[in-house]
């Protein structure tokens, strides 16, 4: 099979590469990214000259040069991951999040139908569902829970879900949907909150929790997230919505603490700042339907997840160093500046 990974540069794209190249070495990957602030070479460094591994740099939102990379390559699969995927970016800028969210995939998938690709795999997010209460611990997104967004960046989501379904049902392509809860690992941007706060903590800078830090998020290692992709891209059927979630609730100040404690840091380091606008108070998913269908169930939990990940950050401090300067400085004093 030959697949088309997009935005592969970025944090679950590029595992999903590296998982993908190590459990199936006869696929061909074909990685489509722009190589945004998000998207870093040195991700795919590992996997750089495997010999069915190679790399374009392009935009999806550019209809001709997805369409003449498409009628070069000729697909069989494409798995989507290329997004703006940040909330709190999307909050500054929403209309960038239309262009690459929504008008890349309906992009990618005109050329999926033009050059007969026989898999077309859209990675959503939980975050499509909107939110639960706190007070409501029995409640979990299943995926007949009706769409309501909270953010831009989530909208952006929902609309190319929606789009994705109809060009299964108007033009027969075969489209597979999967929701997934926060992923966490290697190669995670440190604008997010677990690569943010290790790296913070390692660097005896303040670890900026929004509100009272009590809202909860489902966390997923981010390999058990490429397994489930795996999983649906092969035998998953056409037009159908796939949650993926492991039952790893925490709130983000029990995941910060625990981020001090692995790492001996003093807890003193934590600051409550400003609240994030519409802030989604919990997620929380019902992955019934994937575990019943092809068997998925995730294999790493919190505890051993977040050691890894933690060493990882330890042992690649190269890696996220060189992304602390530059464009991504003048964000950090852009929205922690005066929180
Ligand atoms: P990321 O921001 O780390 O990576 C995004 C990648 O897409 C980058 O390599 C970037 O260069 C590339 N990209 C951005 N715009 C592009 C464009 N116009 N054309 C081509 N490439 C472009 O994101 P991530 O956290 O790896 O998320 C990947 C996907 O998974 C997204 O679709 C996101 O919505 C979804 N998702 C993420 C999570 C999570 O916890 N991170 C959870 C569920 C779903
Ligand atoms: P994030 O990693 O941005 O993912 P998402 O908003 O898509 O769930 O944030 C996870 C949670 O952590 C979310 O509730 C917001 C919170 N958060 C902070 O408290 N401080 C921070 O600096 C960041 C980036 C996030």
Redesign the pocket.
């Known amino acids: 099979m030959k697949i088309i990974v997009?935005?592969?540069?970025?944090?679950?794209?590029g595992n999903f590469i590296h998982y993908m190249l190590s459990e199936h070495p006869e696929d061909r990957i074909v990685c489509?990214?722009?190589?945004?602030y998000?998207?870093?070479p040195e991700t795919l460094a590992p996997v750089i000259d495997h010999p069915n591994f190679s790399f374009s740099r392009?935009?999806?939102?550019d209809r001709d040069y997805v369409f003449d990379l498409f009628s070069r390559e000729k697909p069989d699969a494409v798995v989507?991951?290329?997004?703006?995927?940040?909330v709190d970016r999307s909050i500054e800028d929403p209309g960038l999040f239309l262009?690459?969210?929504v008008i890349?995939t309906g992009i990618l998938m005109d050329a999926s139908l033009r050059c007969g690709v026989r898999r077309f795999h859209q990675?959503?997010?939980?975050e499509v569902y909107g939110d639960l209460p706190l007070d409501r611990p029995d409640l979990f997104f299943t995926e007949q829970t009706p769409l309501h967004t909270s953010s831009p960046y989530s909208a952006s989501?929902a609309a190319a879900d929606l789009l994705a379904l109809s060009y299964y049902r108007t033009y027969g392509l075969f489209v597979t949907i999967s929701r997934?809860?926060?992923?966490y690992g290697p190669y995670?941007?440190p604008e997010?909150l677990i690569p943010l706060m290790i790296v913070n903590a390692l660097r005896d800078e303040p670890l900026p929790v929004y509100g009272k830090g009590e809202n909860v998020r489902d966390w997923l290692y981010v390999v058990d997230h490429c397994r489930a992709i795996d999983l649906i891209l092969r035998d998953g059927r056409a037009g159908e919505v796939y949650n993926v979630g492991g039952h790893n609730e925490r709130t983000n100040l029990c995941v910060v603490e625990e981020i001090l404690r692995r790492l001996g840091k003093n807890p003193d380091l934590i600051r409550f700042v400003t609240d994030r606008p519409g802030h989604d108070r919990r997620y929380a998913i019902d992955p019934s339907k994937i575990k019943a269908e092809l068997g998925w169930e995730p294999t790493t939990g919190f505890e051993e997840g977040i050691g890894r990940t933690i060493d990882w950050y330890l042992g690649h401090r190269e890696w996220w160093e060189r992304i602390l300067s530059g464009e991504y400085r003048d964000y950090y004093e852009k929205m922690y500046g005066d929180r």
């Open positions: 997009t935005g592969g540069a970025g944090f679950i794209g489509l990214d722009k190589l945004t998000a998207g870093n392009g935009d999806i939102a989507n991951f290329a997004a703006e995927s940040h262009r690459t969210n890349g990675v959503s997010t939980d989501k997934c809860s926060n992923n995670h941007f997010k």
